[in-house]
């Protein structure tokens, strides 16, 4: 049992696991204050989702996370260790689709939305609003990674 706590204990304190956490908050922390400092925060209910859970806007968390990853196990297991590949391809597929399909998802939805509404108004159908899920800007990925590969090297420097 004892073993069991030593290896719970290690993988908590884990400099990867507590680089990636704080990469996620980070960014989901500055994602917060942008909107909060624009004006498009009009609840407590939405700084909280916004805070902890919302997906979109500047900058990527999920962008920052991966490049946290792929920095601090590249310090730590080395450029050409398996485990370095495997969190590269990682990267990539996130990336992509942070980018790509999900962003094009978000504006099908969006255009899905603008027809059902106008069919909706003329007394076509009826209509339900479908879940416009965004996605990245290239800007907002960019910046993500730049957060994270900031803050991967500075968990790897610093340890």
Not at 62 to 77: E, N, Y
Not at 107 to 112: H, N
Not at 119 to 130: A, D, Q, R, V
Request: proline share 3%; charged share 20%.
């Amino acid at each position: 049992m004892e073993n069991v706590k030593e290896q719970f204990y290690l993988f908590l304190t884990n400099p990867v696991l507590l680089s990636c956490i704080f990469s996620w908050l980070s960014a989901q922390f500055i994602k917060t204050l942008i909107k909060l400092f624009s004006g498009k925060i009009h609840s407590i209910k939405e700084l909280f989702e916004l805070l902890f859970w919302r997906t979109g806007s500047m900058p990527s968390s999920h962008a920052a996370l991966v490049s946290t990853l792929c920095t601090t196990i590249g310090f730590r297991s080395g450029v050409t260790s398996d485990v370095f590949i495997l969190s590269v391809g990682f990267f990539l597929v996130t990336i992509r689709d942070a980018v790509g399909v999900r962003r094009a998802n978000g504006i099908q939805a969006r255009e899905l939305n603008k027809i059902g509404r106008e069919l909706s108004e003329k007394g076509l159908i009826e209509f339900t609003p479908i879940k416009e899920v965004q996605g990245h800007t290239p800007a907002e990925v960019f910046i993500g990674c730049l957060l994270g590969f900031s803050i991967g090297l500075a968990f790897s420097v610093l340890k």
